[in-house]
Structure formats: structure tokens, C-alpha cells
């Protein structure tokens, strides 16, 4: 980029943001991070670690030394409670039809009340499927399931080659992996691990599987068949269970595992939120401003170059329509701040492109039908939406499964509940377990490559089904096993979905539209989801009295599988509304080095550049390309004049 002060890129603003009041005091910084999620917050303190100063603009709260957010086994809670999380509304399908056959599919009452189900009322407001973000200091890390998963080599080594960067290949990229972990569970010195990093590993405990005997019974056939081994005692379940499978020897190789969860040793959660916390009070140059909902990346015109010199915020509580306590007629108190560096947007895979939008940054027609000004006519911002579908499979057993490690856990939260002083005096104990207990992975015929491309992960005792109103305080269901089938290797290019504006009003949702399980894609996708329902009732069909017999629920008897994984698949995982992509051309929103195409000083930070999702969860990988984007935008600090 060529130098310009910050004088110069103030003399001469573009019609666009008139609204910017010429000399006005405003604080200025080096840099501004919009979002202070896995992405965001990681490049924000990164930067400010490396002297830069930072001011780092997030619409939700610093919620981290909350329970909700700190206790693993009460990540749920988090996601679907508007102090911590946002709820969105969105739709699976164009084909209006095919989404509301989703039992989840959820309506607005006139009462204000809501409704999920096949037979909504008539004068019912179509919603859609709700998708919970996380909007609190951390993002959706501080209210997510806590796996910790490696990508595939085979992921980062498709980047660098989409992208013809080499710098994204896996060999370049582990260092970060590196970088970032401080590996709780491994022996010191294991190779392929860190452990001065900022993130903390840890690994679910066992014995919440071996210390339930239908539950080993479960296990060991899945062992059997996946791995053909045949278990013989818990010792040796345990020690299949215990491999780890962020090591080079077990990650995407077919077995039954552990989750590998982002906790430190005493079992709170770690992530992103901690790390900015920890880099302010040690005194580095970062300013965070919470409740603050940016509104418009502000650009200048500097001879040809379009130049974001500042971002526009509205600080207040609940400001976004997706938080459940918004209150349309409140709209804060409107703030602008000055970058002399770079401007950085990390709102997630929705948000980031409805900021750019909002910005004067996406596709001509969309922007002109709204009235925004178009900056840049980039008709990949939104678009190229996907995700890992996930197929539920849900069996109820004869009995109950038993030995629930939750029996005694009264929720409580207090010295009354032995669960929580459990986890509070030791760091252990059922409520310091992230994500699932029962995990395995899977190689379907589908895979592209040698890689497991299919995860299962689930439950004994516990229904899940997906995301819908009250979620996360599901009936008891001690007899259910409840199994998510996620599918890896999204479609890339051939990826339909898109976020798109409703209105020009940055409080307001964009639509969100998946439209998925297009084309050649779309049929392997469901194709490797219905192998891993075949393997799952191989496995059930091996279970003994008295387990024994399961009753199919999901799907129910009767029911077509494919057509049922059609209906009900949901997800988690977004990426890609941003896309990276070989040169600086607008059929990519953001180069190799994250730069948004066709303006400068703006890049893009969060689950969006990825050109498909990664095959792995991607709070890890969106750290690691985060803590990379720290050195790319560092590197190219000195090619900035300070302002004066
Ligand atoms: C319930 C749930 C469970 C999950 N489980 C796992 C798991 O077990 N393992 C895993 O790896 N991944 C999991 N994920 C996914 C993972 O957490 C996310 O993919 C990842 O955190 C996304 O990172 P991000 O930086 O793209 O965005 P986010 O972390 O979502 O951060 C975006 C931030 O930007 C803020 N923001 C947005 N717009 C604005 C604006 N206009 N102004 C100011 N601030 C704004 C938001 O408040 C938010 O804090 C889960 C997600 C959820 C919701
Ligand atoms: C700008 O505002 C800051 C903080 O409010 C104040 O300390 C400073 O003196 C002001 N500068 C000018 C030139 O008004
Ligand atoms: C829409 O979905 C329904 C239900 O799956 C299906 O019967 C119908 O053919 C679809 N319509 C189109 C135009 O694809
Ligand atoms: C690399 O990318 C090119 C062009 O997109 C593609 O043809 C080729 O198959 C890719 N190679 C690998 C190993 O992915
Ligand atoms: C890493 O975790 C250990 C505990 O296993 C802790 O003592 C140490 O302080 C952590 N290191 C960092 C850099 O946070
Ligand atoms: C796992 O939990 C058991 C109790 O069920 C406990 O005895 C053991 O110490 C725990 N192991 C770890 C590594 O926390
Ligand atoms: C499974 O293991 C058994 C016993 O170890 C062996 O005889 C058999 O060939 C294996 N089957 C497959 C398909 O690998
Ligand atoms: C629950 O408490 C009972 C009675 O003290 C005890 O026998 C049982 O083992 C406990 N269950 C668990 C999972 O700790
Ligand atoms: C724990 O909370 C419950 C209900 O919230 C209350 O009845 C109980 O007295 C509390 N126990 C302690 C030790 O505070
Ligand atoms: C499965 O178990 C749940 C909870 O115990 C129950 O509500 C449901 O009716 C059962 N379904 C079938 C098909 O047995
Ligand atoms: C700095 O600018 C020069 C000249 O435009 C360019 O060649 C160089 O790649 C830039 N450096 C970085 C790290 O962006």
C-alpha cells in the first residue's frame, strides 16, 4: 500500500461518509478490530502484544467470568441466553416447501410467543431455524461446545494451493498451531504440540464412558466396527478413548476418541476472551469498547485508492436485533474512531458481511436496491455461504443407560450442588466436560482423500437434536443416544448460500439462507451422512439385553432416511462469506493476506475468508489463521505513515 498520513486520507472524503464531522476530537489508534471473537480478539491482542495500539469494537459484554461461560458442561446454556449469545433466524432451503418440513422450522405467535413444529397455527410468522452466535468478549468461543480440532493437512494444503499462497500450506501453518495451544493433557516435551501458547488443551475425562457399563458396551461395538478391534476391558477402552487426535498419528484417522476440549488444567474455559483480558491488564495498548455495535467502515478517496480510515459505532446495550432483549426504538449513542493503520472486521461469518455491505462494500445491485452507496462492486461479499451438515440419529435403548455422571449434579451452581464443588475445588467432575462423550470418526466412500470425513458425536441419556426454541434445557431422556453425523470437505466454488441485506439499517438481521445439498456436492454430502447412519445401526444392531432392542426416533420408524436427513440436518459451522482467493480480484472478497479487494487499509479476520470450511471444528484453525494474520498485518505496518 502507499503511505499516506492520516491528514491526507481525512482531506478528502468520499460523498459516502459526509456524515463524518470534520474536526472533531476522536480518539485514534493504530489499528481497529471489529468483533472480538476467535478471530478478532486474537488478531486484536496479537497486534497489541506487538506494541501496536489497538481499539477493539464489540456489540456484546464481557461475560467471561460468568459461570455460563466459564463451566464447559454449561456451554448451552451460554449459546441460548441473550446476556451471552445472539439468536439468529435462518433458512436451510430456497425451497420454502422442503424447510418447513423441519420439525425445528420455528413461527412468531401473535402472542409474541414462539412455535417450532410441522403444524404451526395459520396466522404463525415464519422465523426459520434459529442459529446461535456468540456476542459477548470471545464471540461464539466463549459459548461454544469447547472441541478443540486440528484441520486436516490435507485442509490447509487445499488453501495454499486455491489460494496459489503458499504460506497456507500445512507445513507453514503448524508453527501456529504451536503458537497458539499450551497442550494441558500431553506429556512435556510431546512433539507436535505447544505449550506456552495462549489457548489451553485439555481432554474429556474417560470414565464418563467406562464407568458406565451400557455405555462401554456402546463404545466397544463402535470400536469393533470401525476399527475391528475387539474391546476386552475398560482399560483398554480407555486407552483407545485416550489417543490424541490432534497428533499426527491419530487426527482424521477412523476410531473412536476423547474430545480434545479448550480448557486449561483446572477445566474453565479457555479462548480468545482470556487472551485479550490478559493482554490488557498487562498493560499492552489494547482498548476495548464493549456494547458497541459498528454500524460502517468509513473510506476516503486518496488519488485512484479507496481507503477505510475509520470505522462508526452505536454504543449501547442490546442494539442488534438478533439479541432477544432489543428494543427497536433504542439506538445508542453514535461514535466514530480513526485508524492511522488498518481497519479490521471479524463480526463472523454473517455479520462481517453485512458490516461490509452496510459499508458500501458487495454486490452493485443488492447495495443501489437499498440505497447504499457503492464502494466497491464485490459480488463475493455474502455470497459462497456453507457449512458442515449435520445428520441426527436418535435411538431409545430398553433400559436406561445409568450411571449418569450428571445424577447428583443439582444445578444449583452453589456449596448445595456437589457437581459444581467438585469442579470448583478439584477442576473436575461432570461440569468440567466440553462437547460430547461419545465421539467417533469415520471414512466414508465419499471422502476425497484419506481422511475420516465424517464425526459423529453424541450422547447416552441425553436427547439432542439440534437447535430450537429451549434447546438447551432439553426433557430428561435417559433411555436416548443421540448422534450428530458431521460431514467434512464442503462444496468450495459450488457453495449456494448467502447473507444477504434486509434493509440498510444496521440493527436490523440479514437473511440468511444456506440452500443447500446442491448439485454433485450436495448429493455426496448426504450420501456420507447416510453411510454413517448405516454404520450407526451396525452398531446399535450389535447391542445385547438388556439395551437391547433400540427404538428408532430419529428417524422414526418407517420414515425415509434420506428424505429425514433433508428435513432435519442442521449446523453450526459457517463459513466462507468472504472468501480468500488467488490475486486481488472482486471474484474473491480478500486476498492471500486478508486485504478486502478493491479498497485498501481493510482486511478481514474471522470464520468468513476461509474458501470452504475446514474440515475440523473451526475454533482452533480460525485461531491460527487469526494469530498468522497478526504477523501478515504486522509485517506490512512499517508500509504506514504514523498520522501526526
Ligand atoms: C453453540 C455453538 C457450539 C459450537 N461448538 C464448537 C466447538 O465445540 N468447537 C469449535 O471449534 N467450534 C464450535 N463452534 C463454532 C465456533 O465457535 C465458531 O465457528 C467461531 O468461534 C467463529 O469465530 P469468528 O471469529 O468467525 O466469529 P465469532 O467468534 O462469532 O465472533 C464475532 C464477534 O463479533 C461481534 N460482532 C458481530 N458484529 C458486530 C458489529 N457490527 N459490531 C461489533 N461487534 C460485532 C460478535 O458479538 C462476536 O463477539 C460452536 C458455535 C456455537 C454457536
Ligand atoms: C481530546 O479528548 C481527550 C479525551 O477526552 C482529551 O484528553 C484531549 O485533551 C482532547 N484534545 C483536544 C485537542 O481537544
Ligand atoms: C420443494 O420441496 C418439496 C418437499 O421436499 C418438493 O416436493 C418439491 O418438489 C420442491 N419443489 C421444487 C420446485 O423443487
Ligand atoms: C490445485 O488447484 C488446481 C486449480 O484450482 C486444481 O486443478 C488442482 O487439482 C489442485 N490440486 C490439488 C492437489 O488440490
Ligand atoms: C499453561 O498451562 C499450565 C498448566 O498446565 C500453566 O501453569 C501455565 O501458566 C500455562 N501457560 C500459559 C502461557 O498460560
Ligand atoms: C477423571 O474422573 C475421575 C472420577 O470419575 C477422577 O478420579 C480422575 O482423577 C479424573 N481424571 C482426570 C485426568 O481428571
Ligand atoms: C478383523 O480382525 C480379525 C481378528 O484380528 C481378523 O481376523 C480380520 O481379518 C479383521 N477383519 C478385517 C476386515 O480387517
Ligand atoms: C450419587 O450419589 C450416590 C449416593 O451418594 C452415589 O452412590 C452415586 O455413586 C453418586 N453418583 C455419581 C455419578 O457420582
Ligand atoms: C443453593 O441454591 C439453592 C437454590 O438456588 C438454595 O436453596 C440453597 O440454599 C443454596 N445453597 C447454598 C449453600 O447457598
Ligand atoms: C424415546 O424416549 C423419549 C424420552 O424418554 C420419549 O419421550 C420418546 O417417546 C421415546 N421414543 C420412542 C420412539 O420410543
Ligand atoms: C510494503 O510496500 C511495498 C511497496 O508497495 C511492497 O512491495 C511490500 O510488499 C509491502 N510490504 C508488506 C509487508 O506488505
Redo the contacts with the bound molecule.
Keep these: 500500500m502507499k503511505p499516506v498520513t492520516i491528514l491526507q486520507r481525512l482531506a478528502t472524503v468520499l460523498p459516502l461518509v459526509a456524515a463524518y464531522p470534520a474536526g472533531q476530537n476522536q480518539s485514534e489508534y493504530e489499528y481497529i478490530v471489529?468483533?472480538?471473537?476467535?478471530?478478532?480478539?486474537?488478531v486484536a491482542a496479537g497486534l497489541a502484544r506487538k506494541g501496536h495500539s489497538v481499539f477493539l469494537?464489540?456489540?456484546?459484554a464481557d461475560r467471561g467470568d460468568t459461570l455460563p461461560q466459564m463451566v464447559p458442561g454449561l456451554?448451552?446454556v451460554a449459546?441460548d441466553d441473550p446476556e451471552h449469545?445472539?439468536s439468529f433466524w435462518i433458512r436451510h432451503y430456497r425451497n420454502e416447501t422442503q424447510g418447513r418440513r423441519d420439525s425445528k422450522f420455528t413461527y412468531r405467535l401473535p402472542d409474541g410467543s414462539l412455535y417450532y413444529g410441522l403444524e404451526p397455527p395459520p396466522d404463525a410468522e415464519p422465523l426459520g431455524i434459529l442459529?446461535?452466535?456468540?456476542?459477548?468478549?470471545?464471540?461464539?468461543?466463549?459459548?461454544?461446545?469447547?472441541?478443540?480440532?486440528k484441520a486436516s493437512d490435507n485442509d490447509w494444503d487445499w488453501v495454499a494451493n486455491y489460494t496459489s499462497d503458499p504460506s497456507w500450506n500445512a507445513q507453514a501453518m503448524e508453527p501456529y498451531f504451536i503458537a497458539v495451544e499450551n497442550c494441558t493433557y500431553c506429556e512435556p516435551g510431546t512433539p507436535n504440540h505447544g505449550f506456552d501458547g495462549f489457548i489451553s488443551s485439555n481432554i474429556n475425562n474417560a470414565t464418563y464412558v467406562t464407568g458406565r457399563p451400557y455405555v462401554v458396551e456402546y463404545m466397544s461395538n463402535a470400536a469393533l466396527e470401525i476399527e475391528n478391534i475387539t474391546i476386552q476391558n475398560n482399560e483398554q477402552l480407555a486407552e483407545l478413548l485416550n489417543r490424541d487426535s490432534n497428533s499426527p498419528e491419530h487426527s482424521y484417522t477412523p476410531g473412536i476418541y476423547e474430545?480434545i476440549?479448550?480448557s486449561d488444567e483446572r477445566r474453565r474455559r479457555s479462548g480468545?476472551r482470556n487472551y485479550v483480558v490478559d493482554t490488557v491488564n498487562a498493560g499492552f495498548p489494547l482498548t476495548v469498547s464493549t456494547e458497541?455495535?459498528?454500524?460502517r467502515v468509513l473510506f476516503n478517496k486518496n488519488g485512484g485508492d479507496v481507503v477505510a480510515y475509520g470505522v462508526e459505532?452505536m454504543k449501547g446495550e442490546a442494539l442488534?436485533a438478533a439479541d432477544s432483549r432489543y428494543d427497536a426504538t433504542q439506538s445508542g449513542e453514535l461514535r466514530t474512531v480513526v485508524a492511522s493503520k488498518e481497519v479490521i472486521v471479524?463480526?463472523?461469518?454473517?455479520?462481517?458481511p453485512?458490516?461490509l455491505k452496510l459499508s458500501g462494500v458487495g454486490p452493485r445491485e443488492e447495495l443501489e436496491n437499498l440505497g447504499i452507496e457503492v464502494v466497491v462492486d464485490s459480488p463475493a461479499v455474502g455470497s459462497y455461504l456453507q457449512d458442515h451438515p449435520e445428520g441426527i440419529i436418535r435411538v431409545n435403548a430398553s433400559v436406561p443407560f445409568g450411571n449418569d455422571p450428571f445424577e447428583n449434579c443439582t444445578m444449583q451452581l452453589n456449596a448445595s450442588d456437589p457437581c459444581f464443588v467438585q469442579w470448583q475445588d478439584e477442576g473436575m467432575g461432570p461440569y468440567g466436560e466440553?462437547?460430547a462423550p461419545l465421539h467417533m470418526r469415520f471414512r466414508s466412500s465419499e471422502s476425497e482423500n484419506e481422511d475420516s470425513d465424517v464425526w459423529m458425536w453424541g450422547f447416552a441419556g441425553l436427547d439432542f437434536r439440534g437447535?430450537y426454541p429451549g434447546y438447551a434445557h432439553p426433557l430428561p431422556a435417559p433411555d436416548t443416544i443421540s448422534m450428530s453425523m458431521l460431514k467434512c470437505q464442503t462444496p468450495g466454488d459450488e457453495a449456494k448460500g448467502t447473507v444477504t441485506l434486509r434493509s440498510a439499517d444496521?440493527r436490523d438481521v440479514p437473511e440468511v439462507n444456506f440452500d443447500w445439498f446442491n448439485g454433485e456436492q450436495g448429493r455426496k454430502e448426504l450420501n456420507a451422512m447416510v453411510e454413517g447412519a448405516e454404520l450407526l445401526n451396525r452398531i446399535f444392531d450389535r447391542a445385547a439385553e438388556p439395551i437391547a432392542p433400540f427404538t428408532p426416533v430419529q428417524p422414526a420408524e418407517g420414515v425415509d432416511l434420506r428424505q429425514n436427513l433433508l428435513d432435519e440436518t442442521f449446523s453450526?459451522?459457517?463459513?466462507s462469506t468472504c472468501r480468500m482467493g488467488p490475486g486481488s480480484v472482486q471474484t474473491h472478497c480478500v486476498d492471500p493476506q486478508l486485504r478486502v479487494n478493491g479498497v485498501k487499509g481493510l482486511r478481514v479476520?474471522?470464520?468468513?475468508v476461509f474458501p470452504r470450511v475446514i474440515s475440523?471444528?473451526?475454533?482452533?484453525?480460525?485461531t491460527m489463521m487469526?494469530h498468522k494474520a497478526v504477523d501478515i498485518i504486522s509485517a506490512a505496518a512499517g508500509n504506514y505513515s504514523r498520522a501526526a
Design positions: 471489529v468483533g472480538s471473537g476467535t478471530g478478532g480478539g486474537t469494537i464489540e456489540a456484546g456451554s448451552t449459546s449469545a445472539w442459529y446461535p452466535r456468540g456476542a459477548t468478549v470471545g464471540g461464539s468461543s466463549q459459548v461454544n461446545a469447547q472441541n478443540w480440532a474430545i476440549t479448550s480468545s458497541s455495535l459498528a454500524t459505532y442488534y471479524a463480526g463472523g461469518v454473517f455479520n462481517t453485512q458490516l466440553g462437547a437447535f444496521p453450526h459451522h459457517a463459513g479476520v474471522d470464520a468468513s475440523s471444528f473451526p475454533n482452533l484453525p480460525i487469526a
